[in-house]
């Protein structure tokens, strides 16, 4: 659904869109290692062949020599040490920090068992600055190579070697982290849209009848009195019904169908009041507003709250509604007279009025802003809308 993000960078909604568990299948799981791999190769053989300088035999012997190395620290500490550091959620940063050092003693320990086989096959580098070093290393016994001050000595050198791969391991699952979490996000915020709207169509089946039954009372009273504004209502109720079966189906409508509405459900149940009470619609809107969309029925709830609850005192009964359009910003507000004593109308509509809420959250994130006052003598409403 569009709307939903719409308060989303273009970044994020890129992210959201896309199926990464799809994508990362086992076939790709290893071409991307694979490759990750090839690439840090790349890297090391150019140090060694034109940093260094080293014969192109060399350059590969130790380039072969760090990978292997690399690779055996990589998959034993995210393949097997990261699982079962997790299951102590606790600990698990400081798992993961006292975890370095032992990375360390695994890097040399492997570095010092490829010296042992390479010069029990009589494999050595004979030139350039590192001449001799196979045979150097093979000499040393196992507690010499991992001694407090060789490990001291090595340290800076090893996590350089083996930094590279990690930071794209953990990039890697971070980005991958976050874009289920921006799609679960998504679908959670779908799932509550779809929610409201069976909400919303819940609240047309049980607005039509009630509507239906004053509003074809107060027709009968036009027809038996032979009111020339008879016709008129019938075509007012068969478009309002239209609109609510068909119309309002979608996500957004028109604003001028959505206006219109408003107009004939505030004529329908005005007929059922003297011409004296002060019951008034104030609309301005631009003549432009043929590409002004609207999420539909997002006042009428407050509109048919004021004519249920409203108008009821002896006396200074009042109900006005205004609406504004002005620079793709609609201003809604209505007010009602109640009772000095009655109880808070806050909860009046129940369902009707969270509902509104919960699809203005969804629906214009950070757009528009509602206040809902429960005054002395009066019940106001006012909401302001961002249609861009």
Known sequence: MQTLTKGMTPFLEKISQFNFEKFYTPKTRILCHAFMWIFFSSLFFLNFWVELQMTLKSSLLMTMRGTVNNMAVFYIFFYLAVPRIFKSRALSMLLILLSIPGLIYIWLSFNFFQYNILNYFGVDILEGPLKGLISRNANQTYVQALSYKNVLGNTMLVIYSFSPPFFVKMLFDITRLFNRTIYFQKQTSELELQNLNIEKDFLKAQLNPHFLFNTLNNLYGLVVKKDPSAPEAIINISDMMAYTLYESNTEKVPIEKEIDFIRNYFYLERMRYSTDKDITLDITMPDDVENIMIAPLLTFTFIENAFKYGLKSK???????????????????????????????????????????????????????????????????????NLT
């Open 315 to 385: 006396n200074d009964n009042f109900l006005k509604i205004n609406i504004d359009i002005v620079n793709n910003i609609f201003y809604f507000a209505i007010e009602n007279n109640k009772e000095k004593d009655s109880k808070k109308t806050t909860t009046l509509g129940g369902i009707g009025v969270k509902n509104i809420e919960k699809r203005l959250k969804l629906i214009y994130p950070h757009h528009h802003e509602i206040k809902i006052e429960d005054r002395e003598i009066s019940f106001f409403v006012s909401l302001s809308i």
